[in-house]
């Protein structure tokens, strides 16, 4: 009958050792894996916090700076309306004197 030899017995123990070390391999990399999606969590989150902390020091800024500007129109409506003009007429100039550039072309 077919018995069993000793180099059939060490080819099975060499598979089990494979077997146990992919094993191992499947639960470092998903190990590494959860460590890594964690870490990148923490980023996001201290990002995510960050922005906000800035949206809410810009919208003080700009808040401030419209209180500013309603301020200086209501004490100097002339000014204001000469330069508000005045920064249109550069504008218009700016895009007419593009438009003919790019005409040429």
Sequence with gaps: MFTRSSSSKSAGQYVDDATRSGSQAIDNTREYAAQALERTAERLRDLRYGMADTATAAQRHVHHYADATSRYVAEQPMKAAL?????????????????RRHERY
Aim: hydrophobic share 75%; no cysteine; aromatic share 0%.
């Design 83 to 99: 330069a508000a003009a005045a920064v249109g007429a550069l504008l218009t100039a700016a895009v007419l004197m593009s438009r």
